[in-house]
């Protein structure tokens, strides 16, 4: 909360000093106050599926309310029915102790309740200014951009961190987008606000720069927060009341201050459960790292708009070794993870796999063994028409004994198929358990399970993993990383691309730093330090100029 | 072979080139217009060409009916306005392609035209007037190139309105925001498939007034030969322009010009080989095309909604 003393006097209206008194700029208090809000029986179908059934909460005017539940339990359809962006089957909402219908998200809006969604909403064409604005809806036919600069320009004053006006969105890192849908949201001066998974693009920097600022404001009254998330941290640091669901049911409500973790996660599983991830997770201390499997050589790429993002990029991985990629996201990871998956082409340099030149196309993968849980597999793994038991074969659909016939295979059989679907549905826990469901239709975290499964299925010897856990619940965590450092221990090289530093130090054997598309720092896991690796992290003038204030 | 001291004189050429130019461009210009602003809204409408035929066709008739070519061009363009939401609701159903229904309809355009037009081949209509530029010289050339239609200024201004219209106004705003992300327009509150509808009925008003020119100005007349593919090297265009109309403009202009090689040639004498020429456009598109896509990186500018984009 400190941070908030130290701001310039502009920024104080928005804020209050602990008391939750305000100390206004020229002792006016802002108009609007937060609002309460409670939902009654709401249910909601999505075809077969029961996604929310008679769920029931209050959320306190000025409180900061969290939401808890596994994958797929039904978070972000209640909150979406909450804003109008789904029209539940039964149910109503109370706001400040009134019925409202929300027919759409205008309605919403108008109430004063604004959302940040699970998925940017961000239009990647435009400007931050444009969108800020288009965000506010009640624009002049003709705009005075002139007049609307400045405005934008006073209120980017205001905020603690702040992004160019004119920058395309296109172009700003993933952790700035979400700073931009948060301050699309300020900017709209809600009084209720929803947030779906804020900080899963955030470093615990960022995430703590932005939930304390929300936090201030509810301790101000002025702003009710509402807010997904699977992270039991930042519950506990900045929740009031906690709401758990469970598979489209309430599981529990109760006072953070006066519920446990572990209570936490038992009401979000449903049974007794350790949180406590053991450390298991490392290699036994007599093994020795094999031969190098992965050897990348002076690699360069560009991104996207076609400017470098990765230059002269080396590293080594071993059999048996996990190699964890440490980096604020936007520094080359998602190029270095397409250039290895063979998305995108390099502009020079090697790339070998067991001594040889590498190219990642679809024999040299099974003679390899390299397999791959990309960021974003919705889109770069999966063919989202398609149902879970194609996307599950899309690995294997051609070979014995999916298919069968001469030499390869050319025809499927979708009983084989299927089965072989169901087995793995069932292995890793992917909800709903219906192979023949559209994949896109999963909620990300299962998506997510569904994809692992099918590359943990075939005989890995290099596994390449971006964000494996991102979005998951604390036990879908706990399983994966469960089945890498098993993969690992089996005598895989892993390499593991991750924003979450956690996970690196519990994973890996090795850390490397990647800041501008080069490695700026290497280290092993018994002598990583957290704060130094920090450091290298935020690069030399990137993380300052995002501190303003 | 006129010229028995040999060449080709190459002012007059590029007079008749500048001439051609402007004549020829004019429905590329109108066409491509209303394709970007279909495209800005996230949809791909490649019906325009049936659309720009079957708008010559009814704004032929028009004015020769009721005598007036002006009464003609709003014809053309009431015609393709409703072509443009036939297609436009079509596309909003559910699992149904742009691209697809592009090509239903531009055989559809095409086919009614040809069908409700057979009686109009024979009857001459009134054309539009057009603006004499070259009245101070006394070069029968240079007042031959300088006459230009009304339609060509009246779409020029249009283009540096629609450039300025998609920056600095409230429905140009909202339509690049439902072309660019249909996900945030819904999550905001703004209607993404009437702004789609709305954007490409527009875009088929435009088309037809494209059509009506080549019937009522040049060449000027009804015959089923009368496009030969404008309407859809428009959509090539319009991606060359990247999304932007005074580009598009420009582009419309350059494509003009290639189009008006093989009869600036002819004009000046050269009796054979021009209509190797007459293929300019089409490779002019083909080279444009090609320029446009380097691999390995996405358009820049292009709407993220258009099914051609993949970001
Ligand atoms: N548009 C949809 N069509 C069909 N099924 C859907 C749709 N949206 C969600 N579902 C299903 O409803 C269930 C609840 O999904 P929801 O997205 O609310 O989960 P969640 O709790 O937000 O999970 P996560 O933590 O993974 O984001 C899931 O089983 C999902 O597959
Ligand atoms: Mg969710």
Known sequence: MVRFLIQPPCLRRWFSDMDGTLVGANGQTPGRDAISLAAIGVSKCFGELQALDDVSMQVDAGSFHCLLGENGAGKSTLVKCLVGYYRPDQGNFLIDGREYEVRNPRDAQHLGIGMVYQHFTLAPGLTVAENLLLA??????????????????????????????????????????????????????????????????????????????????????????????????EVTAYGDVVTVLRRGRPAGTGRVNSTSVEQMAEMMVGTHIHVAVERSQGRAPDAEPGPVRLQIEALQAENDRGTPAIRQFALQVRAGEMVGVAGVSGNGQKELIEVLLGQRAAISGNILVDGEPYQATRVQMRQHGVYSLPEEPLKNACVPGMSVAENMALRNFDLPPVSLGWETGWHVRPAQLNRRARELVEMFGVRPADPSLPIASLSGGNVQRAVLARELAQPVRLLIVANPVFGLDFAATETIHRRLAEARNGGAAILLVSEDLDELLELSDRILVMSEGVIVYEVTADSAERAVIGRYMAGHETHDKELVC | MSDASGGIAVGSLLLALLGGAMRVSTPFLFVSLGECITEKSGRINLGLEGTLVFGAMSGYGVAYLTGSPWLGILAAGGSGLLLGVMHGLLCSLPRVNDIAVGIAMMLFGTGLAFFLGKPLIQPVAPTLPSLVLGGWSSNTQIQEALRINVLLPIGIVLAFALRWAFVHTRWGLALRLVGDNAAAARALGYPVIPVRIAATAVGGFLAGIGGAFLSLYYPGSWNEGLSSGQGLMAVALVIFARWDPVRCALAALLFGAAGALGPALQSQGMTSGYYLFNAAPYVLTLILMSMSWSSGRSLAGAPGELSLVNR
């Not at chain 1, 400045?150 to 395309?168: D, H, K, Y």
């Not at chain 1, 804020?198 to 301790?219: F, I, K, Q, Y």
């Open chain 1, 136 to 233: 506010r809806g009640d624009l002049p036919f003709v705009l005075d951009w002139k007049r609307e600069k400045t405005g934008l320009s006073e209120f980017m004053a205001q905020m603690p961190f702040r992004l160019e006006l004119g920058a395309q969105v296109a172009d700003l890192a993933a952790g700035e987008k979400q700073k931009l849908e948060i301050l699309k949201q300020l900017y709209l001066r809600r009084r209720l606000l929803i947030l779906d998974e804020p900080t899963s693009v955030l470093t615990p920097a960022e995430a703590d720069e932005v939930l304390g600022m929300l936090h201030g404001m509810t301790r101000a009254g002025q702003l009710t927060v509402l807010m997904i998330t699977h992270k039991f941290r």
